[in-house]
C-alpha cells in the first residue's frame, strides 16, 4: 500500500511480532527503539497475570529473534516485585526506552517510579529516580528520550510537568504544570526531540500535542478532542522525523496522524499489516488456525492498528508503529516524493 | 431528614440493587427518598457511565479484553465503581441465567460483548434480550448452535432456551412443554450460525459476528407450544414470551436473585413459589408491561415483601467482594495486581465469565462451604484491616466524632451501624463484648482507638451474619 500526500509518500512495508508470552513475539507491546545494525529493542508491558512476559525483546527490522532481556519480577507467573525493593532487572510497568550513545537501554517504569537500565547484551546497570512531587522526584515517569548533550528528557506524568536529567539521575531542570493552557498537561505521555532541540509532547488528557524549545518554552500546539482531521483521542506517542514532520499514535482512535511542521494535517496511516515472518512460522506450526484463516470472514479486519501506543522514526525515515493490542510492530518508509506526471491512457 | 429507619431501609435495597454503599452514599440517599432512589436506580442511562480512559492506559489488557483475568478484574471494578449500580447488578442477575463459560469459548471478548448486551438491554423488553442472546456469538457457540443443521438438528440451544433460559421445566406441577416442543424450537433455529471467526494467532482474536444461514434453515411448518407455522427464531421467541410459564420463570429468578433465596431452579415445578403473592404480582407486571423488566423491578423494590426481607439471602461472592471494597473505598486508582479481587470471587466459587455449566451457579446456601467460607472471612477481614483505607478512616472518624468516650455496645452498635445495619445474635454480642472490646468505655481521641474500631470491624465482617444480604 502507498500513501502519497501532498508530497509525502508513505509505504508500508511490512509487520513483526507476534502474541507471545515469551521467545520471537510481543506482549502488549509500548515502545521500540532502534539501535546499530537494525536492532530493535521492544517494551513489552505484557499483563500483571503473566508477569513473566514483561521483558524487553530485543530482534532486527527483519525479524530475526536475538533475545530477551530484563524480567516482571516474577516468580511462577505471578506479578510480586511491587514494592519498593523491587529487584535487579524488574519491570513492573514498563513505558518507554531511549537509548543512550553506547546503546545502554533506559527504560522508564511508572509503577517502581524509576528508569531501570540495562546494557544491550542484558546486564543490569542500576536504576535511578526517587518517587514525589518535588524537585527531582516524579509520579509516574513514561515517555522518555535523550537530547544532544546526552541527557535524559522524561515525561512526569503524575506531576504533569517535564523533567531533565543527566544520564546517572541527577536533576536539571523542569517545565509544565497541570492544566489545558499553553505549556500546561494533563497525564502527557510520549515525547521526541528535534534536530534542533525541540521537544514534542504527546499531552494525553488534553487530546493535543505541544512543542517546546529546548529550554521549554512553549512554541506550538496542535489538536483537540474528537476523530476528524487533526483531532485526537488520547494520542500517546509522537515522533519527528528530520524534516520536521510529526507522527502522533492516536491511540483511543486507532490510527496515526501525521502533522506538518506547522501542526496542520496531513494524512491518516490505519495500517496494512500482512502477515509477519513469526506468524507464518506459529501458522506452519498450526496447521488447524491456517485452515481457519483460509474460511475466516472479516479477514480484512486483521491489518488495521489496534491501540497504537508508540512510534518511533529512524534516520533512514523508516517509520515503526507500536501496535499493541495486536502485538506488533507495523513498518513504513517514507519516501521521496515522486510525480509521475500522466494519466491513464492519455497521450499528450 | 432521613432517619436511622430510612437510612437502614436503603442499606438494604443498595446491597441489593447495588453492591452496598458507604454510610456517606446511604445518608444521601435516604435523604433522596426510597422510592426516588429506586426510580434513579432503575434508570442507569440518566447516571454518568464510568470513564475508562484513565483505567485503561495502565490496565494494558483491558482495551481488547482478550483474556479471562482482564474481564473478571474489569467487572469487579465496575461492579465496585459503577454509579450505575443496578446495570452492573442486572448483569450479573442475566449472567448466572443465561450462561456461556470461558472454558468452552476461550474468547473472554465475546462474552463481555455479551455482558455489554446485558448492560444495555438487561432492564428492558424480556422478548428483545431473548433476540439478543439467540444473536449472540457467544452463545450460539457455547450451545452448540453453529453445529446445528438442517440436516442434522442439534438441540442443545433450542433444549436450554426453553429449559434454563425461558420457561423451566414446569410450575405447579406440570410440565411447561414436551419433547416435540424442544425439537421444533431447534428446528426453527437451524440456520442461526456464526460467520467463520478469525484465529487467535498470530495476532490475537477478534469479535465473531451472528449469520443467519437461510439454506441451512428447515423451511417448514412446525409446531410449537401448541401453535403450528414456518416458524423461524423469532417466531418462537414471539411464543415463547407469552407463555404464563415464562411469566413464573421470570418473576422467580427475580425473586431468587433480589429478594430472597428459593429452592434451585430445577426444584421450581414441584415446589411453589416461597411469597405467591408477590410472584403473582411481578407475572401480572409482566404481561401487563409488556415483558418488562423495569417495571417488573420496580414492583418488586417497592414491595413490602422485599423491603421486609433484610438478610434472607446469602451473599453471592461477587456481593462478598464487592460490597465489602465499596464500604473499604480503596479499589478506585489503578495498581499492580488489580485483578486480586476477581481471583477472590473465583475462589469463593464464582468464577465470572466462566460458570460451571449451562445452569450457572447454585445459590443461597449452597455458596458456603468450609473452604468458601474461609476464603470469605479471611478475604473480607483482610480488608477491613487496612487502617489506611479511605472507608476505614470514615467509620473511625464518624465514631470518635460521636463523643469523647463511647460505651462497648456504643462502639460494637456504631460499627455495625456503619456497615449498613447488621444485627447480631446476642450470643456472638456477648463475646464480642467481654473478649474483643473488654473495657466497658473507650476514649476515642486515643491513639489505640482507629485500631480497636478496625479489629472490630474485622471481627464483625467474619460472622456468620456478615454472610447475609
Redesign the interface.
Known sequence: MTTQVQGVTYRYTHTIGRGEEAGPGFKNPVSVARGEDNILYVVNRAYDYRADSKRITVCTVDEEYIGEIGNGGRLGGELMDTGENASDGSLVWPTDIALDSEENLYITDEWLNRVAIFAKDGDWLGSWGVAGDGEGQFNQPSGIHFDADGNVVLVDTGNNRVQKYTKDGQYISSFGSYGDGDGQFNMPWGIDIDQEGNIYIADWRNDRIQKFDAYGNFLMKAGSTGNGEGEFKRPTGVAVDKDGIIYVTDWDNDRVQVLDSNGLFITFIMGDATLSKWGITKLDANPDMKLQREIAQGLERERFLRGPIGIEIDEDDRLFIVDSQRNRIQIYRKIPPYFVGMYDGARL | MADNNDIMLMAHLMRRAGFGASYEELEQRAAKGYEATVEELLHPEEQPDLQM??MN??M??W??MN?L??NQGYWTYRMVNSPRQLEEKICLFWHGIFCVGDSKCMRARQILLELNNFRAHGMGKFDNLLMYLSTDPAMLYYLDNQLSHKEAVNENWGRELLELFSMGVGMDGEANYSEDDVKACAQAFTGWTI??????????S?AN?FLYNKFDHIDDDKTFLGETGNWNGDDVVRIICKQPATARFVARHLYNFFVADEPQVPAWQHTPPRDPELIKALEDEYFNSGYDITSMLRVLFNSDSFKNARFAKVKNPSEVVCGTLRIVGDFQTP?????DPALQIRYMGQDLLNPPTVEGWHTGKEWIDSGTLVERVNFAAGEMGRMDAPGIQDIVSRLASRGDVISADGLLDGCLELLGGYELMQDTRDLFLSQAVKASELHTGSEEFAEQVSQLLQLIVATQEYQFS
Do not use: L, Q, T
Request: proline share 11%; glycine share 10%.
Open positions: 480512559d484513565v492506559r495502565y494494558h489488557g482495551r481488547d483474556g483475568m482482564a460467520a467463520n471467526a478469525i484465529p487467535r494467532y498470530p495476532y490475537g477478534y459476528r495498581k499492580p495486581r488489580f485483578y
